[in-house]
């Protein structure tokens, strides 16, 4: 109960985003970096002088994020704009597409953001090749960008000195089903329906986000690639639209995205410090935690991870 309390009412951050180091000559992408925390968070790496490539569904809401106030004046002032790509998590195909692009265009990937995710979509929403909505976006799309991108992160890691990915969770993960995951509900079919509801799909995804960062640190922290995850916190953004009373709650008691929104993933992908916490869970604000002891399971890590692989192959 106090880790839970101490995640919503977070204690008066320590380390903020004026806090973070120059970034010059480091490359980053943020998935979802059209909205809320991830447009918050391309707009502080811009400050600090990342090159930074925006991966979203579409370029129009790209463009729309690109022209509000916050981008446009740092882009009038300084020039600096991020760099669009599209990509739809719910797509596989899109996803390849995308991390095809990147891969043309970038030599080195200092920090993977996945940021994007949905919450509480209706049950009858799903992905292009039939996957459970939250767990296709949230899980597979970002696994799946993950692993092709991860040759490039490991390189730069081992040119630079290390590399990092940032993976955004929930303390909806510790509301996950027994286990975690039922692998029998991810793609659309009468035990989804018969197991599942939206919201327990959304804890399932989130719970499946901390275990899979947790199977990246295990796998590739040698390579001086360091892997976190975390809860942001409670954030007043759209995530929470398919959901009144959760979209209400988070109007009410909720953070700005900006300035606090972004500050547990820009401290992970930035400070210095962070380079120590591979296989951590991060907590508001900037501070480490724990998530639910089960992700931390290796067996069904590897299942996870070798289930991502086995859909990727499909593409």
């Known amino acids: 109960m106090g880790q839970a309390f101490s995640e919503s009412f977070p204690p008066k951050a320590t380390w903020l985003s004026k806090d973070m180091p120059d970034m010059t000559g480091k490359v980053a992408i943020v998935t979802g970096g059209n909205s809320g925390i991830g447009k918050v968070t391309i707009k502080y790496l811009l400050l600090k002088n990342c090159v930074v490539y925006l991966l979203c569904c579409s370029a129009s809401k790209a463009e729309a994020a690109i022209a509000e106030a ?54 009858d929403w799903l992905t292009k090749q039939g996957y459970d909505m939250q767990f296709g976006t949230n899980v597979l799309g970002t696994g799946y960008l993950t692993m092709l991108l991860l040759p490039l ?12 990915i940032v993976t955004l969770s929930s303390n909806a993960q510790d509301g996950a089903p027994k286990g975690g995951i039922d692998f029998s509900t991810l793609k659309d079919g009468p035990e989804r329906g018969m197991k599942l509801t939206h919201w327990t799909a959304y804890m399932q995804s989130k719970w499946a986000d901390a275990c899979l960062s947790k199977e990246l640190s295990r796998r590739y922290g040698k390579d001086g690639v360091v892997c976190t995850a975390l809860n942001p916190g409670i954030i007043r953004t759209d995530l929470a639209r398919n959901l009144n009373f959760i979209a209400w709650f988070s109007n009410t008691i909720g953070h700005d995205a900006d300035p606090l929104g972004a500050v547990t993933q820009l401290y992970a992908g930035t400070a210095p410090e962070a380079a120590s916490l591979n296989g951590q869970y991060l907590i508001p604000w900037a501070r480490v935690g724990k998530a639910r002891a089960d992700t931390e ?11 991502i692989e086995e859909q990727g192959k499909t593409v």
């Open 153 to 164: 992160i490991q390189a730069t890691a081992k040119s630079y000195g290390g590399a990092r």
């Open 297 to 307: 399971d290796p067996v069904t890590g590897k299942a996870l991870w070798e289930w």
């Open 70 to 123: 916050a981008i446009a004046d740092l882009k009038a002032a300084t020039g600096k704009v991020p760099v669009f790509i599209q990509c739809d998590l719910a797509d596989l195909h899109s996803i390849r597409a995308s991390a095809t692009e990147f891969l043309a265009k970038a030599q080195r990937l200092d920090v993977l953001f996945n940021n994007a995710g949905s919450m509480t979509t209706p049950m």
